[in-house]
């Protein structure tokens, strides 16, 4: 309720007035207190009061009270149909009563107030305005606000990201036709509930969301639909990654997200270094996910991945006609596309020279030029790189640039290699056994205690990803629920034989053999079947038709 | 990695939550254990994989009712004499002990042996989690043997129990300890470090360690202690759980039927959900369908202080937060299900796990 | 038989008294604040009580009282007694000793030293081990060097078989004589060795306090006549005769909120409320739930020491109406100190240099203080945003605390008691209404005053389906007995609850009893 405007308006009426809650209790009293009325201050209506007939209705009372002389009208206050309490105002003089009862719908009017406004405990929605802009601006999970008709008024920046910047003013159902909206609407009105989670079907799969009514009294006046940040698919528009999916608890890989999440607050440019396959992008990510720029774009390019002739239109974009083949619209380049956001460059000591000088002026200016672009355009961006070689030694040798090295290496950040960290390795595996199984429908397993050994003492050059992809293959080729060493991928076959002696030639040749075979035999003999076995295997697909060649496989 | 006094206090927490509503109170059990390390130094804690394989390792635990025990008050060296009754057995000298049962005040047991022997203790347990009898274990399942079994009451009485028939052990012990005064202190599950490796839960004290920690600081920051939980376990081999229910307990029936009804409220509201129990929380039924069994944990979190509750600190109109965690893998296998799965409490339900699909 | 009835509240701050007929009118209500000597307090507000009621003196039939006085003593460590400590149960228990998990201050000012000697029973009641009688008189001859001058006994499943704990009782009178106090723990506390223990512990330490609280309350009721039956209300917010209170003196530590709560379900008619009691030195806020308080879960602590006994569940803040305000800056800052009973000499509207969250209250107008040495001209120039910051700053933590004991309810009733509580204001965020219950400044006593007898028995049984009715007789028949000791008028007494706890983890039907009865007092 509105508690000061009505004690200013109790006080300086000349009949009594008096407001209720629920239970009967009165809240405030005013006007001149009738000594035939006893006075109400702060004690409970008698039993017998008249006002008590109107608690918990919905109807206006209207009594010349004989009993005591008075003349008074007793108006519910109603939320959402509930009564909240009683406005009462008595009078002993008859003339006065008779324009109570006379004015009795702008009394109710003033009930009404009474329950919304600020400062009360009912906040009026107010459906417009920058005001809600800026407030749901303030959440990183998508937003939409919704008015009485089912239309999209306001969407903050994760929730364009989400909706699209078209959704605004369209009704959501028909721009959304068939998501479940409107069923779950129809629940929160229906149900009286002040929220309802559901699972709202986009065309980009399924989001966990809640809707939450706005009322004003017994009306709703829309509703504010926000996604939850834990239910999007990973790499869905939005998705906020967390260092939560960086598994490990070992003290070097704490220290690293530690560290990490330090660095996320600030905007400093942070460059990744560690082997490959230790999760540089997945921290990358993570930063990207804990900074003020979540909610913008994360813009991914493997600097060792792309042709370097291509590289530089990639980075930058182009101008229509820039070369041959190129779009004639031109193209934005990932910084441009990135806008906002963070840039994460991967393997940059794998980065041409001349493009090393070029990057420079964009993290200097922050504007970049496209490709046969004449006018520069304005960034910003975070950037985030990574390299799995010693950068500082590619310096010496003249192959990196110093000045850029230092531009990029403002924050260095070390990500420890798997074998640095073995304490992680259970938790590892158990996570992608779990994985791997429930992917493929496999009964769960336990590893025994000779490849638990083998899997302890290996060196995991490729990190994360090799342990992830042995998991994959163990899976795949252990038909019961123990795993033994004939499940393991055949490069794990020096170390078996060392373990299991007998002569160690023969033994990793027929192992090694062995694994190609079923590893065929689950993926296939194709060429997408084969690629897909090598990874399995953890060897190049090129070692593994020299492999086949050599063991006279027959594929 | 040792284990220190800090490191007791937090466990007192995570093993409450790993007992799963069962497992009875660790006050005591903690204070046994923090006596023990104040006058012998901190605990060792051997990671199972840097077990050899040919060590010897005998677990210890408590065995009987922890009502009892709070009243016939050990002297904190019963579990060690067994361990020692058990080596003189077999002839051979364990290189550590380690907890049948993490969950619950047995997470101390082996502890408190520990630091008074000198031994490390091994990370890792038989169940997980708590359980009610004795070849509900991992140990059993993968084809430990129990047996010999020492058994141990406070008057320094030591029973040896031999049998080939782990069940059968735990009737004879359970027996003996019903002689001793309801309550003994038992070593059993001799077995090699190849063993322990394919055939117990690894990791699950640090695993204690750290939920406790995560509750201590999710209390000192007042954020919310489900969320807490539910992140030290995805850091696990545990993986994800979730929140069944937010809620106030309704109807609690403890003669007959175990059960605890809670009726949802905020964002929970007009969800009913139903957990049945006998020691530690069973199965738990989400508007009649059962979302979650055992093995996985059932934990009910007290919503005022975020603290872990025992099923008899339950009443009713307490205001509580149900969890669900799954368990590891090496306790979800078909062998293990036959012996500690829904069915071996006489449920006829399949097991099922709350969680949405296999990791995420 | 008139019927009427004294009930009286002795706090920190004030010593209030109402005067109540049969039919629960308040017929006069005073208040006065707390004397050091306790008597002078209970005279002063008693005296006006009556005279304002005109009941006469010899017509008071019971008296009612409460007080915190052994919570004080225990939470400031004042005017303890030095307690030996024997527990019986050798070979069991040796490595935890009698105050393990204390704090060490109040360790300090309470121990006298501790025996763990043979003896105690199994779980069934057959003894264990025999009492070692010759190790507990050496304990005590050691006990009688150190000069300690209360001794507590507990016994490993005392509250089974209480033979051990009553034998070393004996043999503590005839070393000490008679009246050498001696706390049992089997009458105490309940299954839980190292929690009953601590109990039995505290109770121990608490016999001074308590022989000072009855003596005063004794010596004031004589002088004046009053030939009444006395009670003292315990945690539950039922009541026991003086002459058990003395003996058990921990069982009125959570009496205070108790009674706070009870009064003002009585006051204001209600049987589900939040209630908010702003006292002199403190704030309890607690729950009504259909007419019962809610109690503690689990074990609780009290002065920092682990027990088993449930008390009212509240939140109880430091603070009160004579709370030291302190300006911090261009903020306010309420200290933990209170100025308690000197509230009349020290406040700055009595004349004194201390400025209290009373002051502040003042001098806004939020409440009115009959005393004729309080002046608010004394508060004219005082810096009233100051006084604003501090009372928000109080809304805030009161508020606080509604939201940690409200179950969710969002339409609460909230009754504010005590006699600082009109500094809150009208509106509170976590409930639906406020109501101020006339009265409301004596809640405590009229809590104290409305209180019925109790007798509880928790107890470990072995039964199997056959035997349960025949047991659950027995142990309600012992429950309606301890309810009778306890100052019960025979034939008023009905068995409020009954709880059965299986035994778990254990082979044999083993069930947990606890039955508790309440009657009128008598």
């Given at each position: 309720m509105n508690r000061p405007e009505l004690q200013k308006a109790a006080h300086i009426l000349t009949f009594v007035s008096l407001l209720t809650g629920a239970q009967g209790f009165v809240a405030d009293c005013g006007g001149r207190v009738l000594a035939s009325a006893g006075g109400y201050d702060r004690t409970s209506l008698p039993p017998d009061h008249p006002a008590r007939s109107v608690l918990g209705s919905d109807s206006v009372y209207m009594i010349p009270d004989e009993s005591r002389s008075v003349f008074a009208v007793y108006f519910p206050v109603l939320s959402a149909g509930e009564c909240l309490g009683v406005l009462g105002l008595e009078t002993e003089c008859k003339e006065t009563g008779e324009r109570l009862a006379r004015a009795g719908q702008s009394i109710q009017a003033l009930a009404d107030m009474m329950r919304t406004g600020p400062g009360g405990s009912q906040h009026a929605f107010v459906p417009e305005g920058p005001l809600v802009q800026a407030v749901i601006e303030m959440l990183d999970e998508p937003v939409a606000v919704i008015d009485a008709t089912g239309r999209l008024t306001h969407l903050n920046q994760a929730g364009i990201s989400l909706f699209g910047r078209g959704a605004i003013g369209e009704w959501f159902e028909d721009r959304f036709p068939g998501s479940g909206f409107t069923a779950a609407w129809a629940r929160l009105r229906g149900e009286g509930k002040s929220f309802v989670n559901v699972d709202l079907d986009l065309p980009e799969g399924e989001y966990r969301a809640t809707l939450?009514?706005?009322?004003?009294?017994?009306?709703?006046?829309?509703?504010?639909?926000?996604?939850?940040?834990?239910?999007?698919?990973?790499?869905?528009?939005?998705?906020?990654?967390?260092?939560?999916?960086?598994?490990?608890?070992?003290?070097?890989?704490?220290?690293?997200?530690?560290?990490?999440?330090?660095?996320?607050?600030?905007?400093?440019?942070?460059?990744?270094?560690?082997?490959?396959?230790?999760?540089?992008?997945?921290?990358?990510?993570?930063?990207?996910?804990?900074?003020?720029?979540?909610?913008?774009?994360?813009?991914?390019?493997?600097?060792?991945?792309?042709?370097?002739?291509?590289?530089?239109?990639?980075?930058?974009?182009?101008?229509?006609?820039?070369?041959?083949?190129?779009?004639?619209?031109?193209?934005?380049?990932?910084?441009?596309?990135?806008?906002?956001?963070?840039v994460f460059l991967d393997e940059i000591g794998d980065?041409?020279?001349?493009?090393?000088?070029?990057?420079?002026?964009?993290?200097?200016?922050?504007?970049?030029?496209?490709?046969?672009?004449?006018?520069?355009?304005?960034?910003?961006?975070?950037?985030?790189?990574?390299?799995?070689?010693?950068?500082?030694?590619?310096?010496?040798?003249?192959?990196?640039r110093e000045d850029l090295y230092y531009r990029l290496a403002v924050i260095p950040l070390h990500i420890p290699a798997l074998r640095e960290r073995k304490e992680d390795l259970y938790l590892l595996l158990e996570h992608y056994l779990r994985r791997y199984r429930t992917l493929y429908s496999k009964t769960p397993k336990r590893l025994s205690s000779e490849v638990l050994k083998v899997l302890f003492d290996y060196d995991w050059p490729g990190n994360v990803r090799e342990l992830e992809n042995t998991v994959e293959y163990i899976v795949n080729m252990e038909s019961g629920d123990l795993v033994t060493l004939d499940s393991l991928p055949p490069r794990f076959a020096r170390l078996i034989a060392r373990e299991t002696t007998g002569d160690p030639g023969m033994s990793i040749e027929s192992a090694e053999a062995d694994a190609i075979r079923r590893a065929l035999e689950i993926y296939g003999t194709s060429a997408r079947g084969k690629e897909k076995a090598a990874r399995a295997l953890g060897i190049h697909r090129a070692t593994l038709y020299r492999k086949l060649k050599k063991l006279g496989i027959d594929a | 990695m040792y284990v220190?006094?800090?490191?007791?206090?937090?466990?007192?927490?995570?093993?409450?939550?790993?007992?799963?509503?069962?497992?009875?109170?660790?006050?005591?059990?903690?204070?046994?254990?923090?006596?023990?390390?104040?006058?012998?130094?901190?605990?060792?804690?051997?990671?199972?994989?840097?077990?050899?394989?040919?060590?010897?390792?005998?677990?210890?635990?408590?065995?009987?009712?922890?009502?009892?025990?709070?009243?016939?008050?050990?002297?904190?060296?019963?579990?060690?004499?067994?361990?020692?009754?058990?080596?003189?057995?077999?002839?051979?000298?364990?290189?550590?002990?380690?907890?049948?049962?993490?969950?619950?005040?047995?997470?101390?047991?082996?502890?408190?042996?520990?630091?008074?022997?000198?031994?490390?203790?091994?990370?890792?347990?038989?169940?997980?989690?708590?359980?009610?009898?004795?070849?509900?274990?991992?140990?059993?399942?993968?084809?430990?043997?129990?047996?010999?079994?020492?058994?141990?009451?406070?008057?320094?009485?030591?029973?040896?129990?031999?049998?080939?028939?782990n069940p059968m052990l735990e009737r004879l012990a359970r027996a003996t300890v019903a002689g001793m005064g309801g309550v003994g202190y038992i070593a059993a599950y001799p077995m090699s470090g190849k063993q322990v490796k394919e055939a117990s839960v690894a990791g699950t004290l640090s695993l204690g360690i750290r939920i406790g920690q995560a509750l201590l600081s999710a209390e000192r920051k007042r954020s919310h202690p489900a969320g807490a939980l539910l992140d030290a376990f995805a850091q696990s081999t545990y993986g994800q759980g979730m929140v069944l229910l937010e809620g106030r307990v309704t109807a609690l029936e403890r003669q007959r039927a175990r059960r605890v009804t809670v009726e949802g409220h905020e964002s929970y509201a007009r969800q009913t959900l139903e957990v049945e129990f006998r020691y530690e929380n069973l199965i738990a039924r989400l508007d009649g369908r059962v979302v979650s069994t055992v093995p996985e944990l059932i934990v009910f979190l007290h919503y005022e202080t975020g603290m872990p509750l025992l099923t008899e600190e339950l009443r009713p109109g307490m205001r509580v937060i149900c969890l669900s965690v799954p368990t590891p893998e090496i306790t979800v296998t078909e062998e293990a299900l036959a012996v500690f799965g829904p069915k071996a409490f006489g449920y006829d339900c399949e097991f099922r796990s709350a969680r949405k699909d296999g990791w995420r | 038989m008139s019927g009427y009835r004294l009930g009286m509240d002795v706090g920190g701050t004030n010593t209030d008294a109402v005067v109540m007929d049969r039919d629960m009118n308040i017929l006069g209500a005073a208040k006065y604040p707390t004397t050091p000597d306790i008597a002078t307090g209970i005279f002063e507000s008693m005296d006006r009580a009556l005279s304002q009621s005109s009941v006469a003196p010899g017509e008071i039939e019971r008296v009612m009282v409460g007080t915190t006085q052994?919570?004080?003593?225990?939470?400031?460590?004042?005017?303890?007694?030095?307690?030996?400590?024997?527990?019986?149960?050798?070979?069991?228990?040796?490595?935890?000793?009698?105050?393990?998990?204390?704090?060490?201050?109040?360790?300090?000012?309470?121990?006298?030293?501790?025996?763990?000697?043979?003896?105690?029973?199994?779980?069934?009641?057959?003894?264990?081990?025999?009492?070692?009688?010759?190790?507990?008189?050496?304990?005590?001859?050691?006990?009688?060097?150190?000069?300690?001058?209360?001794?507590?006994?507990?016994?490993?499943?005392?509250?089974?078989?209480?033979?051990?704990?009553?034998?070393?009782?004996?043999?503590?009178?005839?070393?000490?004589?008679?009246?050498?106090?001696?706390?049992?723990?089997?009458?105490?506390?309940?299954?839980?060795?190292?929690?009953?223990?601590?109990?039995?512990?505290?109770?121990?330490?608490?016999?001074?306090?308590?022989?000072?609280?009855?003596?005063?309350?004794?010596?004031?009721?004589?002088?004046?006549?009053?030939?009444?039956?006395?009670?003292?209300?315990?945690?539950?917010?039922?009541?026991?005769?003086?002459?058990?209170?003395?003996?058990?003196?921990?069982?009125?530590?959570?009496?205070?909120?108790?009674?706070?709560?009870?009064?003002?379900?009585?006051?204001?008619?209600?049987?589900?409320?939040?209630?908010?009691?702003?006292?002199?030195?403190?704030?309890?806020?607690?729950?009504?739930?259909?007419?019962?308080?809610?109690?503690?879960?689990?074990?609780?602590?009290?002065?920092?020491?682990?027990?088993?006994?449930?008390?009212?569940?509240?939140?109880?803040?430091?603070?009160?109406?004579?709370?030291?305000?302190?300006?911090?800056?261009?903020?306010?800052?309420?200290?933990?100190?209170?100025?308690?009973?000197?509230l009349t000499r020290s406040a700055l509207a009595w004349g004194g240099d201390t400025f209290t969250l009373t002051d502040a209250?003042?001098?806004?107008?939020?409440?009115?203080?009959?005393?004729?040495?309080?002046?608010?001209?004394?508060?004219?120039?005082?810096?009233?945003?100051?006084?604003?910051?501090?009372?928000?700053?109080?809304?805030?933590?009161?508020?606080?605390?509604?939201?940690?004991?409200?179950?969710?309810?969002?339409?609460?009733?909230?009754?504010?008691?005590?006699?600082?509580?009109?500094?809150?204001?009208?509106?509170?965020?976590?409930?639906?209404?406020?109501?101020?219950?006339?009265?409301?400044?004596?809640?405590?006593?009229?809590?104290?005053?409305?209180?019925?007898?109790?007798?509880?028995?928790?107890?470990?049984?072995?039964?199997?389906?056959?035997?349960?009715?025949?047991?659950?007789?027995?142990?309600?028949?012992?429950?309606?007995?301890?309810?009778?000791?306890?100052?019960?008028?025979?034939?008023?007494?009905?068995?409020?609850?009954?709880?059965?706890?299986?035994?778990?983890?254990?082979?044999?039907?083993?069930?947990?009893?606890?039955?508790?009865?309440?009657?009128?007092?008598?």
């Amino acid at each position: 309720m509105n508690r000061p405007e009505l004690q200013k308006a109790a006080h300086i009426l000349t009949f009594v007035s008096l407001l209720t809650g629920a239970q009967g209790f009165v809240a405030d009293c005013g006007g001149r207190v009738l000594a035939s009325a006893g006075g109400y201050d702060r004690t409970s209506l008698p039993p017998d009061h008249p006002a008590r007939s109107v608690l918990g209705s919905d109807s206006v009372y209207m009594i010349p009270d004989e009993s005591r002389s008075v003349f008074a009208v007793y108006f519910p206050v109603l939320s959402a149909g509930e009564c909240l309490g009683v406005l009462g105002l008595e009078t002993e003089c008859k003339e006065t009563g008779e324009r109570l009862a006379r004015a009795g719908q702008s009394i109710q009017a003033l009930a009404d107030m009474m329950r919304t406004g600020p400062g009360g405990s009912q906040h009026a929605f107010v459906p417009e305005g920058p005001l809600v802009q800026a407030v749901i601006e303030m959440l990183d999970e998508p937003v939409a606000v919704i008015d009485a008709t089912g239309r999209l008024t306001h969407l903050n920046q994760a929730g364009i990201s989400l909706f699209g910047r078209g959704a605004i003013g369209e009704w959501f159902e028909d721009r959304f036709p068939g998501s479940g909206f409107t069923a779950a609407w129809a629940r929160l009105r229906g149900e009286g509930k002040s929220f309802v989670n559901v699972d709202l079907d986009l065309p980009e799969g399924e989001y966990r969301a809640t809707l939450r009514a706005a009322r004003s009294g017994p009306r709703t006046v829309g509703v504010v639909l926000t996604v939850r940040p834990d239910s999007r698919e990973p790499g869905s528009p939005g998705w906020r990654f967390t260092f939560d999916e960086i598994k490990g608890t070992s003290p070097a890989i704490r220290k690293a997200k530690e560290m990490a999440r330090k660095v996320a607050s600030t905007d400093s440019t942070v460059l990744l270094l560690g082997e490959s396959g230790t999760g540089k992008e997945l921290f990358a990510r993570a930063i990207h996910g804990h900074s003020f720029r979540a909610s913008k774009p994360f813009v991914a390019i493997n600097c060792a991945a792309i042709p370097e002739s291509l590289l530089e239109s990639e980075l930058f974009g182009y101008e229509g006609g820039a070369f041959t083949g190129a779009r004639p619209g031109g193209k934005p380049g990932k910084f441009e596309v990135a806008n906002g956001g963070t840039v994460f460059l991967d393997e940059i000591g794998d980065m041409p020279l001349v493009l090393q000088a070029k990057l420079l002026r964009v993290l200097q200016d922050k504007e970049v030029e496209r490709v046969g672009g004449i006018r520069p355009v304005s960034v910003d961006v975070r950037v985030i790189s990574a390299s799995h070689k010693d950068l500082e030694e590619l310096v010496m040798k003249g192959a990196f640039r110093e000045d850029l090295y230092y531009r990029l290496a403002v924050i260095p950040l070390h990500i420890p290699a798997l074998r640095e960290r073995k304490e992680d390795l259970y938790l590892l595996l158990e996570h992608y056994l779990r994985r791997y199984r429930t992917l493929y429908s496999k009964t769960p397993k336990r590893l025994s205690s000779e490849v638990l050994k083998v899997l302890f003492d290996y060196d995991w050059p490729g990190n994360v990803r090799e342990l992830e992809n042995t998991v994959e293959y163990i899976v795949n080729m252990e038909s019961g629920d123990l795993v033994t060493l004939d499940s393991l991928p055949p490069r794990f076959a020096r170390l078996i034989a060392r373990e299991t002696t007998g002569d160690p030639g023969m033994s990793i040749e027929s192992a090694e053999a062995d694994a190609i075979r079923r590893a065929l035999e689950i993926y296939g003999t194709s060429a997408r079947g084969k690629e897909k076995a090598a990874r399995a295997l953890g060897i190049h697909r090129a070692t593994l038709y020299r492999k086949l060649k050599k063991l006279g496989i027959d594929a | 990695m040792y284990v220190d006094l800090s490191e007791l206090e937090a466990l007192r927490l995570g093993a409450t939550v790993l007992g799963s509503g069962g497992g009875g109170d660790t006050y005591l059990s903690y204070l046994l254990a923090r006596e023990a390390v104040k006058k012998h130094g901190p605990v060792r804690l051997l990671q199972v994989h840097e077990l050899p394989d040919d060590a010897l390792v005998i677990p210890t635990a408590m065995m009987g009712s922890p009502m009892i025990m709070n009243e016939r008050v050990p002297s904190g060296k019963e579990a060690l004499t067994s361990l020692r009754t058990v080596e003189k057995q077999l002839g051979r000298q364990a290189l550590a002990t380690m907890p049948i049962e993490a969950g619950g005040l047995n997470a101390f047991t082996a502890l408190t042996a520990a630091a008074r022997g000198g031994l490390p203790v091994v990370d890792g347990d038989g169940m997980g989690r708590a359980f009610p009898e004795l070849q509900m274990c991992t140990f059993h399942v993968y084809g430990v043997a129990g047996s010999p079994v020492a058994v141990t009451s406070e008057q320094g009485h030591s029973v040896v129990i031999e049998s080939a028939e782990n069940p059968m052990l735990e009737r004879l012990a359970r027996a003996t300890v019903a002689g001793m005064g309801g309550v003994g202190y038992i070593a059993a599950y001799p077995m090699s470090g190849k063993q322990v490796k394919e055939a117990s839960v690894a990791g699950t004290l640090s695993l204690g360690i750290r939920i406790g920690q995560a509750l201590l600081s999710a209390e000192r920051k007042r954020s919310h202690p489900a969320g807490a939980l539910l992140d030290a376990f995805a850091q696990s081999t545990y993986g994800q759980g979730m929140v069944l229910l937010e809620g106030r307990v309704t109807a609690l029936e403890r003669q007959r039927a175990r059960r605890v009804t809670v009726e949802g409220h905020e964002s929970y509201a007009r969800q009913t959900l139903e957990v049945e129990f006998r020691y530690e929380n069973l199965i738990a039924r989400l508007d009649g369908r059962v979302v979650s069994t055992v093995p996985e944990l059932i934990v009910f979190l007290h919503y005022e202080t975020g603290m872990p509750l025992l099923t008899e600190e339950l009443r009713p109109g307490m205001r509580v937060i149900c969890l669900s965690v799954p368990t590891p893998e090496i306790t979800v296998t078909e062998e293990a299900l036959a012996v500690f799965g829904p069915k071996a409490f006489g449920y006829d339900c399949e097991f099922r796990s709350a969680r949405k699909d296999g990791w995420r | 038989m008139s019927g009427y009835r004294l009930g009286m509240d002795v706090g920190g701050t004030n010593t209030d008294a109402v005067v109540m007929d049969r039919d629960m009118n308040i017929l006069g209500a005073a208040k006065y604040p707390t004397t050091p000597d306790i008597a002078t307090g209970i005279f002063e507000s008693m005296d006006r009580a009556l005279s304002q009621s005109s009941v006469a003196p010899g017509e008071i039939e019971r008296v009612m009282v409460g007080t915190t006085q052994c919570l004080d003593a225990l939470e400031q460590r004042k005017r303890l007694a030095r307690v030996g400590a024997i527990r019986i149960g050798l070979p069991c228990s040796a490595e935890v000793p009698p105050f393990i998990d204390w704090p060490e201050d109040l360790k300090a000012a309470c121990e006298g030293g501790w025996a763990v000697v043979g003896g105690g029973f199994e779980y069934d009641g057959r003894p264990m081990a025999d009492l070692d009688e010759a190790a507990l008189g050496r304990a005590l001859s050691e006990f009688k060097r150190k000069g300690v001058e209360s001794i507590a006994i507990t016994c490993v499943f005392s509250p089974v078989a209480t033979a051990h704990e009553r034998r070393a009782a004996e043999m503590v009178k005839r070393a000490f004589g008679p009246d050498f106090p001696v706390t049992l723990s089997h009458e105490i506390g309940s299954m839980g060795l190292i929690e009953r223990e601590n109990s039995a512990l505290l109770n121990a330490t608490l016999v001074k306090v308590a022989d000072l609280a009855a003596g005063g309350l004794k010596r004031a009721l004589l002088e004046r006549g009053i030939v009444a039956s006395c009670y003292f209300a315990q945690n539950d917010g039922s009541a026991m005769s003086l002459s058990c209170a003395t003996k058990y003196p921990v069982l009125t530590i959570g009496s205070g909120a108790a009674n706070s709560i009870k009064g003002a379900g009585f006051l204001s008619g209600l049987r589900d409320c939040i209630v908010i009691d702003v006292g002199g030195t403190s704030t309890y806020v607690g729950v009504l739930v259909k007419g019962c308080l809610r109690e503690s879960v689990g074990a609780t602590r009290i002065a920092g020491v682990r027990t088993n006994f449930r008390i009212p569940d509240v939140v109880s803040l430091n603070l009160g109406g004579g709370s030291v305000v302190a300006k911090d800056g261009g903020r306010a800052r309420i200290l933990e100190d209170s100025v308690g009973y000197e509230l009349t000499r020290s406040a700055l509207a009595w004349g004194g240099d201390t400025f209290t969250l009373t002051d502040a209250a003042l001098a806004l107008g939020k409440l009115g203080v009959k005393d004729p040495a309080c002046d608010r001209r004394r508060l004219d120039g005082i810096d009233t945003t100051l006084c604003r910051k501090a009372l928000a700053l109080v809304q805030k933590r009161v508020e606080d605390a509604i939201e940690l004991v409200r179950e969710g309810n969002q339409h609460a009733v909230a009754v504010l008691v005590g006699g600082a509580s009109d500094m809150l204001p009208e509106y509170l965020s976590g409930v639906s209404e406020v109501y101020r219950p006339p009265h409301r400044e004596y809640a405590n006593a009229v809590g104290a005053a409305i209180a019925r007898v109790s007798g509880q028995v928790d107890r470990l049984w072995v039964y199997g389906e056959s035997e349960r009715e025949e047991t659950l007789r027995i142990v309600v028949a012992k429950a309606v007995e301890q309810a009778i000791r306890a100052g019960a008028a025979p034939g008023t007494v009905n068995v409020a609850e009954i709880e059965e706890t299986p035994l778990s983890y254990l082979s044999e039907d083993a069930v947990r009893v606890k039955v508790k009865a309440w009657g009128e007092p008598s």
